[in-house]
């Protein structure tokens, strides 16, 4: 079997150039490179410390450094071994220079500064974990978003991703025969969106749950395909009674989820400004 090296290169954590990398990767069948992840590459002497392990294993590099000494020495270096090197800030960051007609600033980490927006993160984060599966709901008002659905409709991964994003999300279970909060109800400023899911990967799902737990799955309600499809249908005539939106995470990741719930929000934050 060929083993195939790739090579990715920041001056930060990291986080871009491995997202942008496993985006491209997945277009490829079969391929699954050796990732050799280099982090925090902040002076030159790193750099040739970098190339030297390039050319043990040589592979396509990857990399998001802004500092134009560190990048020229990291070009030359891959250059010399004859191994492709590829910018993948360059573009995005030439054409907004262009546009603005603005100098790049050329410092390495900004995006990562402890800023306002990293406060808000910090905060948002919290908030979702102090508000997780309808916990303290005395303060659901001051959520952005406020998720509702049955069990393992992939509610507290998204609103931890969504905190992640700077939004503050709550969520709350919905459970045939138990009462929502009454806050729930009330809330007038946060987007409430309800999640549903085909009842038969519903069904899997909790299955697996149940198993990974080691608990009888033969036993409850919780995995009863009947009882599943009356969850689904209590919860779908809630959504429909409060005119909340509903999104569907059958076969949607945890950003897919995200990215709807966004979209959404803008869309309500842009009717409330008008």
């Known amino acids: 079997m060929t083993v195939y090296h790739m090579h990715l290169v920041s001056d930060a954590t990291g986080e871009t150039v491995n997202s942008v ?3 491209c990767l997945v277009q490829f069948k079969d391929i699954d490179p050796v990732e050799h992840n280099w982090t925090l590459i902040r002076t030159k002497g790193q750099v040739e410390k970098v190339v030297r392990a390039i050319a043990d294993n040589p592979g396509p590099v990857l990399f998001t450094m802004v500092n134009n000494e560190l990048r020229v020495a990291l070009l030359d270096g ?4 004859g191994v492709p090197c590829i910018s993948l800030l360059d573009p995005v960051i030439h054409t907004l220079a262009g546009h603005f007609n603005v100098e790049v600033r ?7 500064e402890l800023d306002a927006e990293y406060f808000e993160r910090i905060e948002a984060m919290n908030y979702a974990m102090l508000h997780d599966d309808g916990q303290h709901t005395q303060d659901l008002n001051e959520a952005d978003v406020i998720l509702c659905g049955v069990s393992r409709t992939s509610k507290t991964p998204t609103c931890i991703y969504l905190a992640n994003r700077g939004i503050k999300a709550a969520n709350v279970p919905v459970v045939p025969g138990c009462p929502l909060p009454n806050e729930l109800f009330t809330a007038n400023a946060p987007l409430i969106v309800g999640l549903t899911k085909d009842p ?3 069904l899997q799902v909790r299955r697996n749950r149940l198993r990974i737990l080691g608990q009888d799955d033969d036993a409850t309600d919780y995995v009863d395909p009947d009882a599943i499809r009356e969850e689904l249908t209590f919860a779908r005539r809630l959504y429909t009674s409060n005119d909340w939106p509903v999104i569907d995470v059958t076969r949607r990741s945890i950003e897919e989820i995200a990215a709807a719930i966004m ?3 803008a869309a309500e934050r842009g009717r409330a400004a008008e």
Do not use: K
Not at 106 to 112: R, S
């Open 78 to 81: 891959c250059r010399a071994i």
């Open 263 to 265: 979209n959404l929000y």
């Open 106 to 112: 050329g410092q390495p980490g900004l995006q990562h």
């Open 21 to 23: 990398a496993r985006a």
């Open 200 to 202: 038969q990967r519903l």
